[in-house]
């Protein structure tokens, strides 16, 4: 999945995960692994200055976008 490992990073880098995110289910929400709202939105601007992008705001719901696969969807249609 295209955007995958850059994701990954910016959890990695935002928190401190109690498991692996290699074997961590793509489609599993990062609620579930104690991502909070605070830390969705540090992780979505960290990938914003990574990636030179922009989310639209309507879209950072950690409920709806919370997953590895609902952000690499978002920042593919983003970057097109």
């Known amino acids: 999945m295209k955007y ?3 994701v990954k990073s910016a959890i990695k880098n935002t928190l401190t995960p109690t498991e692996s995110l290699d ?6 929400n990062l609620s579930e692994v104690g991502v909070d709202s605070i830390n969705f939105v540090r992780i979505t601007v960290e990938l ?8 639209p705001f309507d879209q950072l719901v950690l409920n709806e976008s919370g997953s590895i696969r609902n952000l ?3 920042i ?3 970057k097109g």
């Open 4 to 6: 995958e490992e850059q």
């Open 23 to 28: 074997c961590f289910d793509v489609d599993r």
């Open 48 to 55: 914003e200055d990574m990636l030179e992008i922009e989310f």
């Open 72 to 74: 690499c969807k978002i």
């Open 76 to 78: 593919e249609a983003i």
